[in-house]
C-alpha cells in the first residue's frame, strides 16, 4: 500500500509539473498560425460592426488576418509576445497603468477602439483596468484554462490580439474588472 501511495503521489507531481504541456487543452486557446484568411473566405463574414468613438456611431469594417510571422516584423518583441502568444507584461511596468489623461485606448495591433479613459480605474493591480469596453461588440471574450484555473480571456474582435482578462472583482457599477496590459495598447487624445 505504501509504494502504491508513493506512485500516484509522483504521478500527481508529474502532472502538475509537467500536465499543461502533456495534455491537450490544458493550456491557452490554440491559435492556427499562418492563418491569412476566414475558415469561410474573403466576403461578408469578414465584415464586422464596430462603435467609433471618433465618429460617435457605428462603422463596418473587416477582420484583419495575418500570419504570426507577419505580426512579428510589425510588433515589438513584447507586444507580439502578449498579443500573439497570450503573455502577460510585469505589474507596474506597462506605459498605462497609471496613466491619466483623457481619451481612447485602442488595440496596438489594428486600431481598434477598446476602452476611453472614463472607464479606467484605479484597481492597485500594476495593470491598465476599466469597467466596461466602448462596446461589447468591439472586443471578444473567451475561456481561458492555462495556469490550472479558469479565467476569461478578452481580444480584439478586429484582429483577434490578446489584451488580457475580465474579472468580477470591479467596481460596484458594472462589477467587471478589464485587467488589460499596456503593451496591448495605445492611446489617442
Not at 2 to 27: D, E, M, N, Q, T
Not at 71 to 87: D, F, I, M, N
Not at 167 to 176: E, I, N, R, S
Request: proline share 4%.
Amino acid at each position: 500500500m505504501k509504494i502504491f501511495r508513493y506512485l500516484s503521489g509522483g504521478i500527481l507531481l508529474i502532472f502538475l509539473l509537467f500536465g499543461a504541456v502533456v495534455l491537450p487543452g490544458a493550456g491557452a486557446p490554440e491559435q492556427k498560425e499562418g492563418t491569412v484568411s476566414s475558415p469561410e473566405g474573403e466576403g461578408a463574414k469578414d465584415e464586422i460592426q464596430l462603435y467609433s468613438v471618433e465618429k460617435r456611431g457605428w462603422i463596418m469594417t473587416r477582420k484583419i488576418y495575418k500570419t504570426a510571422e507577419e505580426w512579428k516584423r510589425l510588433l515589438s518583441p513584447e507586444a507580439y509576445h502578449v498579443t500573439e502568444k497570450q503573455g502577460t507584461e510585469r505589474a507596474f511596468s506597462g506605459a498605462y497603468w497609471d496613466h491619466h489623461e483623457k481619451g481612447v485606448y485602442r488595440c496596438i495591433r489594428c486600431g481598434n477602439d477598446l476602452f476611453t479613459s472614463d472607464t479606467k480605474f484605479e484597481s492597485g493591480t500594476g495593470w491598465p483596468s476599466f469597467r466596461t469596453p466602448v462596446s461589447e461588440k468591439n472586443i471578444d471574450t473567451r475561456i481561458d484554462r492555462s495556469l490550472f484555473r479558469e479565467r476569461v480571456e478578452v481580444l480584439c474582435s478586429r484582429c483577434g490580439a490578446h489584451l488580457g482578462h475580465v474579472f468580477k472583482d470591479g467596481p460596484k457599477l458594472a462589477g467587471l474588472r478589464y485587467c488589460i496590459n499596456s503593451v496591448a495598447l495605445m492611446f489617442g487624445k
